[in-house]
């Protein structure tokens, strides 16, 4: 059977992850915004990392502008964080323009999204307090933002491993935990801190992951053990039918829809009810959304090893 290949696709589209995992908001207006923005960062000779801390300090920015109980004050945090997440799609972009993508920029990108997170969530629980809240509110944020951080471990996995055995594109690496640890044993303190400190955060954050979905874990190790990153088309074609389904529900744990709830609430005055829209609603979609994927990877894992006890 002869794959199909993939269609011409436009400059701009061409520094996509993959289209199926882009949200709709990200497709017509952060990914567009994101291009233009990584062209001019490329006329400037930024790198991407650059590019990354300014999305996190407009993130940071865009959170203690949280914590004012004024309307207009808090119009402007959106402002900056709507210039966060462009600029957060502008360094990936940027990279992949410049073919300059590595895991410490991805690392960097992380550790990134998640100051402009915590700020917003210390920022908003510090506006509670100021107007004479409970203490139980910073159980209910701390809550949250576990909840938020397993959330977006778990969505970018999943996402990953779409990426790894669904494009055509240049084989994508794939890491574990296993393999990091070793790579972090090999760095030292006296010499490389920065790296060793980044690559402790990106071990921490891949275990993080591989506990969350161990059945996807086992799947990955062995595909790659059997196909050596050549996934074979029977397989990927299983695969796009099994999960492309569900990215529509991944992508209400990604970042845009956080974004949209927190603006809606901070109009009505109610950005409490942030912290609980991520620690119920969004703590049920993902745990059923691990559920059918372990399922499904379970599932694709029984017929990888049949087809490996058959050849």
Not at 70 to 94: E, K, P, S, W, Y
Not at 146 to 166: C, E, K, M, N, P
Not at 169 to 193: C, F, G, N, V
Request: with cysteine; aromatic share 14%; charged share 20%.
């Amino acid at each position: 059977m002869v794959e199909q290949k993939e269609a011409p696709r436009s400059r701009v589209e061409a520094t996509y992850k993959a289209r199926e995992v882009e949200g709709v908001l990200d497709l017509y207006f952060f990914r567009p915004i994101g291009f233009r923005l990584a062209q001019f960062f490329e006329r400037l000779k930024m790198t991407p990392a650059s590019v990354t801390w300014l999305a996190g300090l407009f993130g940071v920015v865009a959170g203690h502008l949280y914590y004012y109980r004024d309307l207009r004050i808090n119009i402007v945090g959106m402002a900056f964080h709507v210039c966060a997440n462009a600029l957060d799609n502008a360094d990936g972009q940027l990279a992949r323009l410049t073919h300059r993508v590595s895991r410490e920029g991805r690392i960097i990108d992380s550790i990134a999204d998640h100051l402009g997170f915590l700020s917003i969530y210390v920022h908003l629980t510090l506006r509670y307090f100021a107007e004479g809240s409970s203490p139980a509110i910073c159980l209910l944020a701390l809550a949250a933002a576990i909840s938020h951080a397993l959330q977006g471990a778990a969505a970018d996995y999943y996402r990953s491993t779409y990426l790894y055995f669904v494009t055509n594109r240049a084989r994508l690496r794939l890491d574990s935990a296993s393999a990091l640890r070793s790579d972090y044993q090999k760095l030292s303190w006296r010499s490389e801190p920065w790296n060793k400190f980044l690559l402790a955060l990106y071990l921490n954050f891949t275990r993080q992951q591989e506990m969350l979905a161990p059945h996807l874990k086992k799947l990955r190790d062995t595909t790659s053990q059997l196909f050596h990153g050549e996934i074979p088309s029977w397989l990927r074609t299983r695969y796009r039918n099994l999960v492309s389904p569900t990215f529509r529900w991944w992508r209400l744990l990604m970042t845009n829809t956080r974004m949209l709830v927190l603006f809606a609430l901070l109009f009505i005055g109610q950005p409490i009810y942030y912290f609980w829209f991520e620690f119920i609603p969004l703590n049920l979609l993902f745990v059923y959304l691990i559920i059918r994927q372990e399922n499904m990877s379970e599932s694709l894992l029984e017929v990888a090893v049949k087809w490996r006890d058959a050849a």
